[in-house]
């Protein structure tokens, strides 16, 4: 055997349309709507989302949602240390031992948590890298958001999300799709669309197709408001689309003159709408209003 032989054949095995059903029955498990368990079984659709997600050996990747483990394996092919997040106690009771039977080699680079991602503050080892998750569609921008503030030592990633999803958060100002997802991603990464996945490679089959996201990670827009001061800002701004942010902003900013006050020191025109403006200046706008309310010693 040649040593690049060797080397496959440590590497792990990956799950197909059999090997799916079949782990499935062997645990009883019943893909659940309500936690949005859609089972990738297509091998090269795996590969394809961790060769987007540009993850390493030198990365500790945190996985939320593995359910049977089909992207867990891509993802330990790459050399990388694993961590799974998974809700499910039945699926989280069963991946080590798939991961056993399907890359012993790569298994001590391997961990799953039994948890609900929306919980998480920290991780056990090693702080993560990089978040590589096929994310339930119901929970999708919440987790990736609430992921991104809690574990800032996240650099990079790709999520696989809803179609229509992926194109929110990796919109940017003045598109149709932009909005207060594509804002607040914005807010801690540089977010791109990186592909779609037909509803074909997944088991059951959705009714819509998927989107894969990548991000890379940034700072937030110099300013001395926080982040909860923008966010209130753009969660306003969105509130009604069709009006002007001199007329959404009002209740924020305590009157329609405070607010147009405060638009006016960010620079931004009171007659726009929010789907026209940047993060950059959603922070600018935030620190407005806080001199407007607050009065003009407010930073200090």
């Not at 025109?269 to 407005?288: H, K, N, W, Y």
Request: glycine fraction near 8%.
């Amino acid at each position: 055997m040649t040593r690049e032989q060797a080397d496959l054949s440590a590497g792990p095995r990956f799950l197909g349309p059999a090997e799916v059903r079949l782990l499935a029955d062997r645990l009883g498990v019943r893909p659940s709507k309500q936690r949005g368990q859609n089972f990738v079984i297509d091998p090269n659709t795996v590969r394809r989302i961790v060769r987007e997600s540009r993850v390493t050996s030198q990365d500790v990747v945190l996985e939320v949602g593995p359910g049977l483990g089909s992207l867990t394996l891509a993802l330990l092919a790459t050399g990388a240390r694993v961590v799974a997040v998974e809700i499910d106690p039945a699926l989280a009771r069963a991946l080590p031992g798939t991961i056993a039977a399907y890359a012993p080699d790569q298994a001590e680079r391997f961990v799953v948590l039994e948890a609900d991602a929306l919980g998480l503050d920290a991780l056990p080892g090693p702080t993560p890298t990089a978040l590589v998750a096929n994310l339930p569609y119901n929970v999708s921008v919440p987790v990736l958001l609430h992921l991104m503030e809690r574990l800032p030592t996240l650099r990079h990633g790709l999520v696989m999300v809803q179609a229509e999803v992926a194109d929110r958060l990796a919109a940017p100002p003045g598109s149709r799709t932009y909005g207060v997802p594509s804002v607040k991603a914005a807010w801690f990464a540089d977010v791109r669309r990186a592909g779609s996945v037909p509803r074909s490679v997944f088991w059951p089959a959705p009714n819509v197709d998927s989107g894969l996201v990548a991000w890379t990670h940034r700072d937030p827009p110099p300013g001395s408001v926080t982040r909860e001061e923008v966010f209130a800002v753009v969660d306003a701004a969105f509130a009604h689309r069709r009006k002007t942010l001199r007329s959404t902003l009002r209740e924020l900013a305590g009157s329609a003159e405070a607010a147009e006050a405060a638009l006016s020191h960010a620079g931004v025109d009171p007659m726009s709408r929010g789907e026209a403006i940047g993060v950059a200046q959603f922070t600018l706008i935030a620190e407005g209003l806080r001199q407007v309310v607050r009065g003009p010693g407010a930073d200090r």
